[in-house]
């Protein structure tokens, strides 16, 4: 132990060895806070602390399993595996099916994911008669997520004159109403958003002093990264845990807090000092992460925002390169720009794909990248955009799988009742609607009574509807025999999924076959995987958890070298040796939804910094001069953020134009004042200041469309290219399941990539890479 505490500077040292109490760290980007976790944890185990009794907390799955592997290399595996750790939904999740029946949820509830809360919410609207111009699904769930994540319950907004006032001047007078709906429908469904994942757990700590005391005694030590983005519920959940040992130890950067947008409450930082005893602050100082240039040129720009506290960052690292900033015409040559700049970096370098990140503020801009990249065959990853587990024939056969572990699923049962096309028209799935909504059941209760309700369907359709239960309920009986691969291939064949793909015949259909197959494939090396852990079964609901809760940096297994594609959102807490930021653009980033007031703006600007701060040895920051945005080719001008940084940290490799912009700090002094003003967001629709739409002249647009020879083109799927890393033809591999082979075959790209494997066993197999454990011999 004593050697790696050696790889920790002074200032790293004291809050790992730090004793008992509440402790927290504050310190920029790239300082060490998430390393001060990682050796806190693995020292306190050193110490004889049972890891059973240590709760971390981080933003991703993917960061626990790293900060795990860590730890397991210094105190040895077998005992980090005890570690509670991982994302607050997961962590929670786990908790709530152990004490899902105190509050009236079955033990296998399902997760309703977005799309899923988004269908559900639609069809409220529409049921209710409601406008949906008005009442926008997507507003309206932002709306029900932040009253969740603030803890105002349906009967806590019903009493608040205040919010039912503000929905009503938002010309939404029913949203309350729909609130409720909507709660009433998860929990008739057995279902729990992501938000009442936190709202839940919430409710059984306050409700069961028992239950608390209980998790209080087992999380004797809590830690938690990035701090700074949790929000109301998160922090109450925290609170209360940690409330009785007192043994919380925080890390986070108040300039790197970029969720207000989702209920992040900077508050929780700036308080912690009042909601423990004595309290221990620590700072770091030092970056290890990035060039001097960077170090420098990020504190430069996080200097103007007003809302924050004094913190030092420096770096002993060399001063390394200039920031190269780039200017081009259009999108397609800012991603042609990007394309060749990594291919050069990668050469002249020695550099692996993997060492480039391109990071950009939304991710419809990823297509420009994309193209370039796919045309020099420079293999990317695209982290957050539609998931595997989000594609239509995926979710299909993943909806099957839900109502057999929860038949009240409701949007699991919407989506396959009639698919494959069985006869049961949208009229009679309206029917059973409203029956289930008159007598408080799920549809499928009343689907499994319906000789005893007259709903005036006719003998033939009711027979189909019968059938279809009598399917369900045969599945059911498999589940109980049969592993979830079993039952999902049953379920693939026997409903007929795999044959209407097959039948469709067009490479979609056959795109999607293949996909239900990988799904397969995916399935059962989750049983294989699950197997071996002592305390999993590899049950079809600890899968679907598993499926639920992934988010898209999950997936990555880190071994393939591609060049990740992100929202800078995303790439909080990432590090990578380039880094090129995209769209540096005014109205694009900041963005012109977040101009409103300085509270927004300094949001933006933080966000600038948590980008900028990715790099460890290069930044590259580019813009367009003109760019389609809603359709319309607008004149773009270069961000603000540019300028703001000091002129001799940057290189322009273009001549720059001047945005016309200077930095001038504004005078108003509401340090954090609209942080403290509510705790609660309103979701009105903001008045985003248009951008100028100057039309080009038609000179202009003709030497754009040769530039955009796509235009008008409809965006093109991902085509085959052979990814240039280890797993190529001839390849020799092991897989857990299938034992030894060769690779025989290479198809598909990015998330799609397959190999084509010839087993010793003689058997030949296509695998879909993200899923296949495979070794290389
Ligand atoms: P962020 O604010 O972006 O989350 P962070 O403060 O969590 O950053 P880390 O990710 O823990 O910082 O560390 C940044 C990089 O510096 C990592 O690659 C880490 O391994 C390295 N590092 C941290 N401390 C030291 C040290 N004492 N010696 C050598 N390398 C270090
Ligand atoms: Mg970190």
């Not at 540096?584 to 101009?595: G, K, R, T, V, W």
Request: aromatic share 10%; with cysteine.
């Amino acid at each position: 132990m004593e050697n790696y505490i050696a790889e920790l500077n002074d200032a790293q040292r004291a809050p790992v060895l730090h004793k008992d109490g509440a402790l927290m760290v504050i310190a920029g980007a790239g300082s060490g806070k998430t390393r001060v976790l990682t050796y806190r944890i693995a020292y306190l185990m050193y110490q004889g602390i049972d890891p059973f009794n240590i709760l971390a907390l981080t933003f991703t799955n993917k960061a626990a399993r790293e900060m795990k592997s860590r730890i397991a290399s210094i105190v040895g595996g077998s005992e980090a595996k005890n570690l509670w750790m991982g994302t607050f939904h997961s962590v929670f999740a786990k908790i709530l099916r152990i004490e899902s029946d105190k509050l009236g949820y079955p033990s296998n509830f399902t997760i309703y994911d977005t799309q899923d809360s988004q269908r559900l919410i639609s069809s409220i609207i529409k049921e209710m008669g409601l406008d949906k111009d008005v009442y926008k699904y997507k507003q309206v769930q932002n709306r029900i997520s932040s009253f969740k994540n603030s803890l105002i319950t349906v009967k806590a907004y019903f009493n608040n004159p205040d919010l039912m006032e503000a929905d009503a001047m938002a010309k939404r007078p029913r949203m309350g109403e729909i609130y409720n709906e909507y709660c009433e429908r998860c929990f008739k469904a057995g279902a729990m958003d992501f938000d009442d994942l936190l709202l839940k757990t919430n409710e059984l700590l306050t409700r069961f002093p028992e239950v608390l005391a209980k998790y209080q005694d087992r999380f004797r030590y809590i830690l938690v990264d990035e701090y700074q983005d949790t929000n109301h519920s998160q922090y109450l959940i925290v609170k209360a845990l940690s409330d009785r040992y007192q043994n919380i130890c925080v890390v986070g950067d108040d300039a790197q807090s970029i969720y207000a947008f989702r209920g992040a409450n900077i508050n929780n930082i700036l308080n912690f000092q009042k909601d423990y005893d004595n309290v221990t602050m620590y700072r770091l100082e030092q970056n290890y992460r990035s060039t001097g240039n960077i170090v420098k040129a990020a504190n430069s720009v996080i200097e103007k925002n007003k809302s924050r506290l004094d913190k030092v960052v420096w770096t002993a690292n060399d001063d390394g390169n200039l920031i190269k900033v780039h200017r081009s015409e259009t999108d397609a040559e800012e991603g042609r720009f990007v394309a060749s700049s990594i291919f050069e970096n990668s050469m002249q370098h020695q550099m692996n794909h993997g060492d480039f990140a391109v990071l950009y503020r939304t991710n419809s801009q990823s297509r420009a990248i994309e193209d370039a990249l796919r045309r020099k065959d420079i293999p990317y990853r695209i982290y957050g955009g539609l998931s595997f587990y989000q594609r239509k024939e995926i979710k299909d056969v993943l909806s099957y799988l839900r109502l057999i572990i929860n038949p009240k699923d409701e949007e699991a049962l919407k989506r396959v009742i009639n698919f494959p096309a069985r006869g049961i028209g949208q009229t009679t799935v309206e029917k059973l609607t409203v029956a289930a909504n008159h007598y408080r059941r799920s549809i499928f209760e009343v689907m499994s009574n319906l000789d005893k309700i007259d709903l005036k369907i006719h003998g033939g359709t009711r027979r189909k509807l019968e059938d279809f239960v009598t399917m369900i309920r045969s599945f059911q009986v498999t589940n109980q025999n049969a592993d979830a691969f079993q039952l999902a291939e049953q379920v693939a064949k026997q409903t007929g999924i795999l044959q209407e793909f097959k039948k469709d015949g067009t490479p979609e259909g056959i795109a999607r076959m293949e996909n239900v197959e990988e799904l397969l494939n995916g399935i059962q090396d989750f049983v294989e995987g699950q197997k071996e852990l002592a305390d999993a079964e590899g049950s079809l609901s600890e899968f679907l958890e598993d499926v639920a809760l992934a988010t898209d940096l999950d997936q990555d297994t880190g071994d393939d070298d591609r060049v990740a594609l992100m929202t800078i959102h995303l790439a909080k807490g990432l590090e990578f040796p380039y880094v090129y930021i995209v769209g540096m653009e005014e109205d694009l980033f900041p963005s012109a939804m977040s101009m409103n007031t300085r509270s927004e703006l300094e949001e933006e600007r933080r966000l600038f910094y948590v980008a900028l701060t990715r790099a460890e040895k290069q930044a590259y920051l580019t813009y367009t001069q003109s760019r389609y945005r809603w359709g319309k080719l607008i004149d773009a001008e270069p961000s603000r953020f540019i300028e703001e940084i000091e002129d001799h940290f940057l290189e322009h490799l273009t001549p720059p134009v001047s945005s016309g912009y200077r930095y001038k700090p504004m005078m108003d002094d509401d340090i954090f004042g609209p942080v403290d003003k509510s705790k609660f967001r309103t979701t009105k629709p903001k008045q985003g200041t248009p951008p100028s739409h100057h039309s080009p002249s038609p000179e202009k647009l003709k030497k754009l469309r040769k530039l955009r020879p796509d235009l008008g083109v409809p965006k093109s799927n991902m085509t085959d290219n052979q990814a240039l890393n280890e797993l190529e033809v001839g390849v020799k591999v092991e897989h857990t399941r299938f034992g030894k082979g060769e690779i025989v075959a290479i198809e598909g790209f990015g998330n799609d990539k397959k190999a084509e494997i010839k087993f010793d066993t003689g058997g030949i197999k296509k695998l879909l890479l993200r899923f296949a454990k495979l070794t290389i011999l």
